[in-house]
């Protein structure tokens, strides 16, 4: 929606919802980005972005910008799930909410619109700090209003996890079923697939 130039609410950024910490601001918003879009017959939304910034921004590190929570896995749990619930309620479900961008991307060596990025870390890792926003909006999720319709899949290495820490020849998760299915394996994110959760991909272009 925020291609979106006139007719509709304007709305704060995620970040902007970060710093402000509250749980309530954040439902509010999400209901009114649910009723405008709801109200104009969109019926999917891709986002919020529930990526984990825990590393110092760089300069063509990542294009996340403003577009995420910020940097602890507790608040963007915490606001995610406020967001997608406010979505949900303001459009009264009739809008679909695909986070993104699953497993995470916030520790990304790299801008993905240039090339593949990777993020070097082991599962154990990635299940305390990029997995735990998209554990807490799947089958963590405090009521069902907070429970995401899908994930957005990005092209996203994971050295340390899927294989060597140095090889580069490492896949993009997204063409790793090996790897892709034990993240999906893990109970949280087993029970949301099996209750008829989606995996949307990312742009192959």
């Known amino acids: 929606s925020d291609q979106l130039l006139s007719g509709v609410t304007p709305l704060p950024s995620l970040m902007a919802l970060g710093a402000a910490w509250d749980v309530d601001i954040t439902y509010q918003t999400g209901q009114i980005l649910g009723r405008d879009l709801s109200a104009l017959g969109v019926n999917l939304l891709l986002g919020p972005s529930l990526d984990v910034l825990d590393e110092t921004y760089r300069e063509g590190i990542s294009d996340l910008g403003t577009r995420t929570f910020g940097g602890d896995p507790y608040w963007v749990s915490r606001l995610g799930q406020a967001y997608v619930a406010g979505v949900h309620s303001g459009s009264a479900n009739r809008v679909a909410v ?50 995401v319709d899908g994930l957005y899949l990005s092209h996203i290495r994971y050295q340390g996890f899927q294989g060597n820490i140095r090889d580069i020849t490492t896949r993009p998760i997204s063409f790793d079923q090996s790897a892709l299915s034990d993240i999906l394996k893990l109970d949280l994110f087993n029970q949301w697939r099996t209750g008829g959760g989606l995996l949307v991909s990312d742009n192959l272009g």
Do not use: N, Y
Not at 119 to 140: C, D, H, I, N, Y
């Open 98 to 147: 695909v986070a993104k961008h699953f497993p995470g991307m916030g520790s990304s060596d790299r801008d993905p619109q240039a090339e593949i990025p990777t993020v070097r870390k082991s599962l154990e890792q990635l299940k305390r700090v990029e997995l735990a926003p998209f554990f807490g909006v799947t089958g963590g999720a405090p009521q069902a209003e907070a429970m």
